[in-house]
């Protein structure tokens, strides 16, 4: 397991490969560099075995693939990391285990269906309940338990979509009733399908890569299209839907951050503040090292991790 590498550890083990850049040395030798991940956690890589290089050029997004090399220490790191150098790469083979590749979330899963169901049957505004009913039905509720909720920022796991919603949707309830004189119908349903449209952009398989449609579209206007096709399904109009809408086109909070719309309802604040919170709070680890210290791209800075 990655987790477990140490400087001078010899290697042979399946990974998930990013390759980041291919190109050439200034002494004219070819390379690849990336990174490597197994569902412990995740190592640069270097490679300068042309063979291996020229593979990597062809590779199309996250490879999973058997990995013979060595763990150093990268002398261009100022904080001395590690990254694994790679000596022999071969495809997998139906017989190797790959199991290791599909990264889990810490949470118990059915205790977060359960709480998704509570939370569903909570909401009693009738237009409401029935787009809620329609958006998750059948196979697009199968996946929703399986979707990550992002390829690499946050809840990137199995089932990271399920408790993300989810705990938006508690977060969001109890500043709802802090705050009181909202809608709170209006908040568990606009929390629970605020990211449904990651079902289209993002991939449950290996790697999690986006799809086209979902780098063309975006998870904020598919999510709303979502929504929209299961209100005419179910023949829902009127201002709630408008609302609700607003709610998953502001999510982001402002234009800049992506979102299509600024946030101008109190429902609408309090469910992007839930989702902006629940990203957050993801970013923190539990960890064993002595060195409680993390740099967290998402944040841009470094995060004391859970020890």
């Known amino acids: 397991m990655i987790s477990d590498f140490k400087a001078g550890s010899k290697i042979c083990q399946s990974v998930l490969l990013r390759v980041q850049r291919v190109g050439t040395s200034s002494n004219g030798a070819p390379f690849a560099r990336g990174l490597a991940e197994d569902n412990s956690g995740k190592i640069p890589f270097i490679t300068f075995e042309a063979g291996i290089v020229e593979k990597m050029r062809e590779m199309d997004g996250p490879s999973p693939v058997m990995v013979s090399g060595s763990v150093d220490i990268n002398k261009f790191s100022g904080e001395m990391a590690l990254q ?16 290791n590749l599909l990264p889990e979330g810490d949470f118990d899963h059915e205790a977060y269906k359960d709480k998704f169901d509570r939370l569903i049957k909570s909401v009693l505004t009738p237009g409401l309940r029935l787009v809620l009913d329609n958006v998750f039905e ?51 349903a606009g929390a629970l399908l605020h990211d449904v449209g990651k079902l289209r952009e993002i991939s449950a398989s290996m790697g999690f890569p986006y799809t086209t449609e979902g780098r063309l579209l975006g998870h904020i206007s598919m999510s ?27 999510h982001h909070g402002e234009p800049e951050k992506g979102s299509p719309v600024a946030c101008a309802t109190k429902e609408a604040f309090i469910v992007h503040y839930a989702d902006e919170l629940d990203a957050v709070m993801n970013q923190f680890k539990k960890t064993d090292n002595k ?14 991790s859970n020890v």
Do not use: C
């Open 84 to 99: 694994l150098v790679i000596k022999k790469l071969s495809d997998i083979v139906p017989e190797d285990d790959i199991s």
């Open 138 to 188: 059948g196979a697009v509720y199968e996946q929703f338990l399986r979707n990550p909720a992002g390829m690499r920022l946050h809840h990137a796991y199995i089932g990271g979509l399920l408790q993300h919603s989810v705990d938006v949707a508690v977060l969001a309830t109890a500043m709802a009733e802090s705050i009181g004189g909202v809608d709170k119908d209006l908040i568990v």
């Open 224 to 250: 709303a299209a979502i929504v929209q096709e299961a209100a005419a399904k179910a023949r829902v109009t009127g201002p709630k839907l408008q609302q609700l809408l607003h709610i998953i086109l502001s």
């Open 291 to 304: 060195n409680p210290w993390e740099y967290n791209k998402m944040l841009q800075r470094f995060l004391m």
